[in-house]
Nanobody
Framework: QVQLVESGGGLVQPGGSLRLSCAAS????????ASWYRQAPGKERELVAVISPNGGATNYADSVKDRFTISRDNAKNTVYLQMNSLKPEDTAVYYC?????????????WGQGTQVTVSS
């Protein structure tokens, strides 16, 4: 059974930090690109950061560049998002995603989401 389980969300003051984790199971995580998305109330889901299967390449949304860091530990089947210098506009539900192109087409898995609230 494929599962992506996020953790680490919560309430933090502006300027603070949080580290999100996403534990994968039921598929070969090390063969998949991993990403973090977020969705704020009334807004569309947006890509925050993405990391290649071996961790050698990363990319970020301009709004989080130099503040957020995505990383992965394939031995633990886990992807992380370190979020520093948090702003109120970072408030959203954060979703973990893993995807790969298989011979049968796109394989795309989502976690259930974890709430991040940045407020004083």
């Amino acid at each position: 059974q494929v599962q992506l389980v996020e953790s680490g969300g919560g309430l933090v003051q502006p300027g603070g930090s949080l580290r999100l984790s996403c534990a994968a199971s039921g598929f070969t995580f090390s063969s998949y690109t991993a990403s973090w998305y977020r969705q704020a109330p009334g807004k569309e889901r947006e890509l925050v950061a993405v990391i290649s299967p071996n961790g050698g390449a990363t990319n970020y949304a301009d709004s989080v560049k130099d503040r957020f860091t995505i990383s992965r530990d394939n031995a633990k089947n886990t992807v992380y998002l370190q979020m520093n210098s948090l702003k109120p506009e970072d408030t959203a539900v954060y979703y973990c995603n893993s995807a790969t192109i298989a011979t049968t087409g796109l394989l795309n898995y989502w976690g259930q989401g974890t709430q991040v609230t940045v407020s004083s």
